[in-house]
């Protein structure tokens, strides 16, 4: 059974950084695509940002990309994400996904399926 378990949410103010992971199991973690998504409340959920299997190359959305860095340890089964210079605009709910599509295009196609979502951590960025 696969599991995708998000953690290291919570609230921050304006300015601040956040880690944020997911724990994968249940799957050959480095086999897989990684990458975020975010939803606010009467949105749908957006791609943030996406890493090869191997780590090499990363993609994000353009609001995000200068402030954060996402990453992996194939030798832990985690993925990262760094998030600094949170803004309140970037309050949400925080899904990891795992697929084995290319990663490079993630966000490039509205309504793509994939294969695994963890629950989410909640991210609140107010002062």
């Known amino acids: 059974q696969v599991q995708l378990v998000e953690s290291g949410g919570g609230l921050v103010r304006p300015g601040e950084s956040l880690r944020i992971s997911c724990a994968a199991s249940?799957?050959?973690?480095?086999?897989?695509?990684m990458g975020w998504f975010r939803q606010t409340l009467g949105k749908e959920r957006e791609f943030v940002a996406s890493?090869?299997?191997?780590?090499?190359?990363?993609y994000y959305e353009d609001d995000v990309k200068y402030r954060w860095t996402i990453s992996r340890d194939n030798a832990k089964n985690t993925l990262y994400l760094q998030m600094d210079d949170l803004v309140p605009e970037d309050t949400a709910v925080y899904y990891c996904v795992a697929d084995l599509s290319d990663p490079a295009a993630w966000g490039l196609r509205p309504g793509q399926v994939y294969a695994y979502w963890g629950q989410g951590t909640r991210v609140t960025v107010s002062s």
């Open positions: 890493i090869t299997r191997d780590g090499a190359a990363t």
């Open positions: 249940g799957l050959t973690f480095s086999n897989y695509a």
